[in-house]
Antibody, heavy 115, light 106 residues
Framework: QVQLQESGPGLVKPSETLSLTCTVSGRSVTTYYWSWIRQPAGKGLECIGRINSSGGINYNPSLKSRVTMSVDTSKNQFSLNLISVTAADTAVYYC?????????WGQGTLVTVSS | EIVLTQSPATLSLSPGERATLSCRASQSVSSYLAWYQQKPGQAPRLLIHDASNRATGIPARFSGSGSGTDFTLTISSLEPEDFAVYYCQQRSNWFTFGGGTKLEIK
């Protein structure tokens, strides 16, 4: 059974960088695609980007200038960096398996942008 | 960007009733559409992919239909655990989600 677990700071200051890591168990990160999806409180879902270990990366056009994703095969993890954050980036961030559809999902981690 | 519009925004039904949820795309997505269920405090769960294929472990009371721009998720007989928010999502052009339909107990 594939399981994903997000980790990272729950509070980030405005203009700083949001950094999250997803640890994958039950499957090698080299054999799949992976995504980050976020959900502001009470709102809908937004795909931030999708990556595989071969270097294939696609970012949401609306976030492309601020996003970097990477894969660490030695730790079976993938990561998200989002620079120059504002209050609008406050959301629950999910790491997700993303071959053709989004499955499975991590439990999500709340990141609040506030000074 | 392909916009997905879900209707109704809220659907009030009783257990045992049939639920019909709609998702309309701003342009054709072929059959590249999925449905997810999200309960409060939980991550979404994949129900249906490629418009009509149930994901692993999803009960047979859930079914999907449609192609092109108009899609439907049907729950044949509502169980208490089915009351949740449902999202559609397309992968024809990037990945976008609909705004969701809240299925609540009447």
């Amino acid at each position: 059974q594939v399981q994903l677990q997000e980790s990272g700071p729950g509070l980030v200051k405005p203009s700083e960088t949001l950094s999250l890591t997803c640890t994958v168990s039950g499957r090698s990160v080299t054999t799949y695609y992976w995504s980050w999806i976020r959900q502001p409180a009470g709102k809908g879902l937004e795909c931030i980007g999708r990556i595989n270990s071969s270097g294939g990366i696609n970012y949401n056009p609306s976030l492309k200038s601020r996003v970097t994703m990477s894969v660490d095969t030695s730790k079976n993890q993938f990561s998200l960096n989002l620079i120059s954050v504002t209050a609008a980036d406050t959301a629950v961030y999910y790491c997700v398996g993303a071959y053709n559809w989004f499955d499975p999902w991590g439990q999500g981690t709340l990141v609040t942008v506030s000074s | 960007e392909i916009v997905l519009t879900q209707s109704p925004a809220t659907l009030s039904l009783s257990p045992g009733e049939r639920a019909t949820l709609s998702c309309r795309a701003s342009q054709s997505v072929s059959s590249y559409l999925a449905w997810y269920q999200q309960k409060p405090g939980q991550a979404p769960r994949l129900l249906i992919h490629d418009a009509s294929n149930r994901a692993t472990g999803i009960p047979a009371r859930f079914s999907g239909s449609g192609s092109g721009t108009d899609f439907t998720l049907t729950i044949s007989s509502l169980e208490p655990e089915d009351f949740a928010v449902y999202y559609c999502q397309q992968r024809s052009n990037w990945f976008t989600f609909g705004g969701g339909t809240k299925l609540e107990i009447k």
